[in-house]
């Protein structure tokens, strides 16, 4: 089983495909020949070795995925190897349920959040306010913030994200987020006078640029939060003060604007389904 001619005759997305090579590199080059070559003698002793690492569920369950994946690329039965990855799945579902359990007891509400984001603004902290808002109204991820503020159409590409400020709204375009390869880029109007006037104050303040170092996003963006909570965790917030029984669509517009199927917000950041 050759790595690379595997790879190479895929159709995983280039991020996908880099992600897979770096852990293929990581844990599963060692298991080569000289040929750079796994033998199908060699499974039995890579599926021991990732179960004796002291990583996450979800990383031996990625490791053990690119594995199946180069077993059924070049033919092999995985019937065995796919019932320990069954198993995994299980624990992973486990572990989801306790992780769900913490975080409803441990995150603050939507009101919270929301008094938090008011006294930004109140206080004219405009880059922590602009953070909160839209993390709160449009459900970013991380890179959906790594923004330029601009005030001509002119000063965009086809490329980045903008926030283009204009006399009564803002327009935030999405052209680099996570999803962009399934739904392409987005568009939405911005119609809040609070919002719009905080822009402006940001830029007349000599910034445009609203997250300075991108090394980090996560922890840059921490420092603008409430109590240095993620977005996942905004986001958990968000979709916690819903009531599915009446208020389903609102889980359509979360969907909408942040790219991501309501099924796995449903499973991956509702703290009530367990």
């Known amino acids: 089983m050759n790595f690379d001619n595997y790879i190479s005759h895929t159709n995983l997305s280039t991020s996908t495909k880099k992600t897979y090579s770096m852990n293929y590199n990581n844990h599963l080059q060692q298991f080569e020949n000289a040929n750079k070559i796994i033998t199908k003698e060699s499974i039995d002793m ?4 990732i179960a004796t690492l002291s990583k996450s569920n979800n990383t ?13 690329f070049n033919g092999y039965d995985t019937r065995e190897i796919k019932i320990i990855q069954n198993a995994m ?42 953070i909160n808002y839209l993390l709160l109204n449009y459900n970013v991820r991380n890179q ?12 965009m590409n086809d490329t980045d994200n903008f ?89 359509d517009i979360i969907s909408e604007r942040r790219g991501t199927s309501t099924a796995v917000l449903i499973s991956e950041y509702s703290i009530k389904v367990k």
């Open 46 to 49: 890579i599926v021991e070795y």
């Open 60 to 72: 031996k369950m990625l490791i053990l995925s690119i594995l199946i994946n180069l077993m059924s």
């Open 89 to 130: 799945f299980e624990t992973k579902k486990k572990d989801t349920i306790i992780r769900k359990n913490e975080k409803q007891h441990v995150l603050p509400t939507l009101k919270v959040i929301e008094s938090f984001m008011k006294k930004q603004l109140k206080e004219e902290n405009y880059r922590s306010y602009i």
């Open 144 to 155: 959906d913030l790594d923004l330029e503020i601009v005030f001509k159409a002119k000063d």
């Open 163 to 251: 926030l283009l400020v204009r006399a009564t709204d803002v327009v935030y375009v999405k052209n680099k987020y996570k999803t962009f390869s399934n739904y392409g880029k987005k568009i939405f109007k911005i119609r809040s006078r609070p919002f719009t006037r905080a822009c402006q104050r940001f830029v007349e303040g000599g910034e445009t640029r609203l997250l300075t170092k991108n090394s980090n996003l996560t922890q840059e963006i921490s420092k603008y939060t409430y109590n240095e909570l993620s977005e996942s965790d905004y986001l958990k917030i968000v979709i916690h003060s819903i009531d599915f029984n009446k208020d389903f669509r609102k889980l």
